[in-house]
């Protein structure tokens, strides 16, 4: 069974900091980009960060830039994103997926888990 598996979750003051984790079962993440979103209440799902299969490269938005880190450790199947100096404006839920290619657009993803609730608040 093909499924992606969020974790890392929680409430955490401004300023602070939360890695997400990825973990993958029924396959192998190593062959696919992996993309992690998210979305707010009452807004859309947005693109935050993705990291290539082949090379590696990895894509920000412009809003997490500097402050977010997208790594992925093939030996656990697992890919994470570390977010520090956190606003309030990054709660939502955080979800990753798996494309062929990373993609600012979620129909091209394949793969989805059920999401983390992310929730920066004091």
């Known amino acids: 069974q093909v499924q992606l598996v969020e974790s890392g979750g929680g409430l955490v003051q401004p300023g602070g900091s939360l890695r997400l984790s990825c973990a993958a079962s029924?396959?192998?993440?190593?062959?696919?980009?992996i993309g992690w979103f998210r979305q707010a209440p009452g807004k859309e799902r947005e693109g935050v960060s993705c990291i290539s299969s082949s090379d590696g490269n990895t894509y920000y938005a412009d809003s997490v830039k500097g402050r977010f880190t997208i790594s992925r450790d093939n030996a656990k199947n697992t890919v994470y994103l570390q977010m520090n100096s956190l606003k309030p404006e990054d709660t939502a839920v955080y979800y990753c997926?798996?494309?062929?290619?990373?993609?600012?657009?979620?129909?091209?993803?394949?793969?989805w888990g059920q999401g983390t609730q992310v929730t920066v608040s004091s």
């Open positions: 029924g396959f192998t993440l190593d062959y696919y980009a």
């Open positions: 997926a798996a494309a062929d290619i990373c993609s600012n657009y979620d129909d091209e993803y394949d793969y």
